[in-house]
């Protein structure tokens, strides 16, 4: 199975910082990687997918970027709704898994 | 507009089973893999299984921790998928969440609201 390990796992930001939140890969799974955020009591929702395109209605602050086992989320100027908590998913094979989580909370 | 309806969850006891639904509408449901992601309660994200569609032969995929306990299946005529879930442990108590897999990546574009499951005595 492909393991994706997150980093950090918490994360503590103020409204308008630049972050940045990693997913690591056990082998590499070329593009086939989605971010989501989760807000607490809701479903996810997806914002990335391929690494770094973009889903529709999403925010242009978010932007992915990476290839192979290393990828990354960016948050260009954090805003008071993005407090959720983020993960990224593996595409590439299955058992198709998730990465543990980060959560991004208010400094 | 695409809507996912999850349904039929509940308190089980340990050994017991329960079967989850998810209704789907606002788009052509035959078309598409459909999911099934659980998290349990303060953790994760868990993927649990996929059916494919009918041009894939409604073929399907677990992940271990379920394989031969749950079955996926669905019901296009219904515009519906199910979750069967046997021999049921306190560990698989979690919210249930069916999700609309779309596209070549089949990202999960469209999640319902979950459903919770509670295995317990």
């Known amino acids: 199975d492909i393991q994706l390990t997150q980093s950090p796992s918490f994360l503590s930001a103020s409204v308008g910082d630049r972050v940045t939140i990693t997913c690591r890969a056990s082998q590499g799974i070329s593009s086939y990687l989605a971010w989501y955020q989760q807000k607490p009591g809701k479903a996810p929702k997806l914002l990335i997918y391929a690494a770094s395109t973009l889903q529709s209605g999403v925010p242009s602050r978010f932007s992915g970027s990476g290839s192979g086992a290393e990828f990354t989320l960016t948050i260009s100027s954090l805003q008071p709704e993005d407090f959720a908590t983020y993960y990224c998913q593996q595409l590439k094979s299955y058992p198709l898994t998730f990465g543990g989580g980060t959560k991004v909370e208010i400094k | 507009e695409v809507q996912l309806v999850d349904s039929g969850g509940g308190l089980v006891q340990p050994g017991g089973s329960l079967r989850l639904s998810c209704a789907a509408s606002g788009f052509t449901f035959s078309d598409h893999y459909m999911d099934w992601v659980r998290q349990a309660p303060g953790k994760g994200l868990e993927w649990v299984g996929r059916?494919?569609?009918?041009?894939?032969?409604?073929?399907?995929e677990y992940a271990a921790s379920v394989k031969g306990r749950f079955t996926i299946s669905r019901d296009d005529s219904k515009n519906s998928l199910y979750l069967q879930m046997n021999s049921l442990k306190t560990e698989d108590t979690a919210v249930y969440y069916c999700?609309?897999?779309?596209?070549?990546?089949?990202?999960?574009?469209?999640w319902g609201q979950g459903t919770l499951v509670t295995v317990s005595s």
């Open positions: 999700a609309r897999a779309s596209g070549s990546y089949r990202i999960l574009d469209y």
């Open positions: 059916t494919r569609n009918k041009a894939n032969s409604y073929t399907t």
